[in-house]
T-cell receptor
Framework: GAGVSQTPSNKVTEKGKYVELRCDPI?????LYWYRQSLGQGPEFLIY????????DSGLPNDRFFAVRPEGSVSTLKIQRTERGDSAVYLC???????????FGPGTRLTVT | DAKTTQPNSMESNEEEPVHLPCNHS???????IHWYRQLPSQGPEYVIH???SNVNNRMASLAIAEDRKSSTLILHRATLRDAAVYYC?????????FGTGTRLQVTL
């Protein structure tokens, strides 16, 4: 079956611009997670949705980062006023229910110039 | 989440078994032990998880020490496709807290 998909695969933007990153989870998965990964590091948790609501957003670094999942399936990670330090691979994962194994997408590589 | 300690890198020959260690001396009674791996240029992939008893699945085996302060991921016959970074993660929450993992190199 189809896995987790993320679009775009690559995004280059200028400092100060707004970006949206999209995640399509596996059909029927109720939990959705966002992580980001800097070069040479393991992924870092950002936010987790159970259904439509954010169950844990403790990993969002500041108020420039926001994520939504309005219908409980597709999710969008939104970054305002991008900074060079936001450059990373943004990974999305979904699981059938919380605490089940997570299935990751290929990631979106964001480069802020 | 409790901290884990893994070697930075390991090497294995193809077709040989590989034992990837993980120390977690501060593990709590409710922490599950998860293993994920990340192949080059891909997102992480679930491998296996356990709580107290040893676990086996089609990918690997997980051996958990009796005091739960360490565990070992066992790949029974390494192949070139197993070359990846392997992460040992403890969690009681739904989110995963990754360390830097063990980079496994597999050679012919």
């Amino acid at each position: 079956g189809a896995g987790v998909s993320q679009t775009p695969s690559n995004k280059v933007t200028e400092k100060g611009k707004y970006v949206e990153l999209r995640c399509d989870p596996i059909s029927g998965h109720t939990a959705l997670y966002w992580y980001r990964q800097s070069l040479g590091q393991g992924p870092e948790f950002l936010i987790y949705f159970q259904g439509t609501g954010a169950a844990d957003d403790s990993g969002l670094p500041n108020d420039r980062f926001f994520a939504v999942r309005p219908e409980g399936s597709v999710s969008t990670l939104k970054i305002q006023r991008t900074e060079r330090g936001d450059s990373a691979v943004y990974l999305c994962a979904s699981s059938y229910q919380p605490y089940y194994e997570q299935y990751f997408g290929p990631g979106t590589r964001l480069t802020v110039t | 989440d409790a901290k884990t300690t893994q070697p930075n890198s390991m090497e294995s020959n193809e077709e040989e078994p590989v034992h990837l260690p993980c120390n977690h001396s501060t593990i709590s009674g409710t922490d599950y032990i998860h293993w994920y791996r990340q192949l080059p240029s891909q997102g992480p992939e679930y491998v296996i998880h356990g709580l107290t008893s040893n676990v086996n699945n089609r990918m690997a085996s997980l051996a958990i020490a009796e005091d739960r302060k360490s565990s070992t991921l066992i790949l029974h016959r390494a192949t070139l496709r197993d070359a990846a970074v392997y992460y040992c993660i403890l969690t009681t929450a739904s989110k995963l807290t990754f360390g830097t993992g063990t980079r496994l190199q597999v050679t012919l």
